[in-house]
């Protein structure tokens, strides 16, 4: 039975699972970001106020969760865990660092967090082993902030004009554009306007992953 509790707290569930605060829940669904504060659910009148359809349906697209992930979280005792798996979380500058990445660019060693992701849909079998960077300082402006969490595939084919993280043989960790690869060489296009494309060789590159998703 849905009540005006669960729907709430179905809604608090989802953006805990998605790492948000409810707040920051409503501001990825382009809502203002007060709409789902706990002051609005109650009317000025004391009478109950219930989350609209339409909010609950652009929360659901801007998280990528299905509407029966929504409803599963209705459940009193949802372990969030099952809706939404934990996957490896790093700071973006701890990442040029040795000891978090194998030499496929996969996660490996200690000091990784863990962080619920909402897998999209449309996600293919071979995204599902996926990891987390989060942006600091302003070099992906105006495309990614400092608090961004950058959603990696490392076994994902990365093709022309996807956007990828690379890495380097010197440690070096990037997010670019990818404008042309080839056997010898790598070429890349920088997503802040104001820094120089890059090109290496591939001797140069130690991984280079996709972008799937990027979480605000």
């Known amino acids: 039975m849905f009540t005006h509790q669960n729907i709430w707290l179905a809604l608090d569930r989802l953006a805990n699972a998605c790492g948000y605060s409810t707040s920051g829940l409503a501001r990825k ?69 040795d000891g978090y990445f194998d030499a496929d660019g996969f996660p490996a060693g200690e000091g990784w967090e863990y962080i619920h992701f909402p897998y999209p849909n449309n996600l293919g079998q071979e995204d599902q082993k996926v990891y987390a960077l989060e942006v600091s300082g302003d070099s992906m402006l105006p495309l990614f902030r400092a608090g961004d969490r950058l959603i990696i595939a490392p076994s994902t084919t990365v093709r ?26 790598i070429e890349l296009k920088s997503l802040n306007p104001e820094h120089e494309n890059r090109s290496f060789s591939t001797a140069e590159i130690h991984w280079i992953a996709r972008i799937i998703w990027v979480s605000q």
């Open 29 to 97: 669904a382009g809502l203002d970001p007060t709409s789902f504060n706990r002051s609005k659910r109650i009317g000025p009148d004391g009478k109950p106020r219930w989350p609209s359809t339409e909010s609950i349906s652009r929360v659901l697209e801007a998280t990528g969760s299905p509407l029966s992930d929504f409803i599963s979280l209705l459940e009193k005792d949802k372990d969030l865990q099952s809706a939404h798996p934990q996957i490896p979380l790093l700071g973006y500058a701890q990442a040029g660092k």
């Open 160 to 185: 022309r004009g996807d956007r990828v993280v690379v890495k380097t043989a010197k440690g070096e960790v990037m997010a670019k554009e990818l404008l042309r690869q080839t056997a010898s060489k």
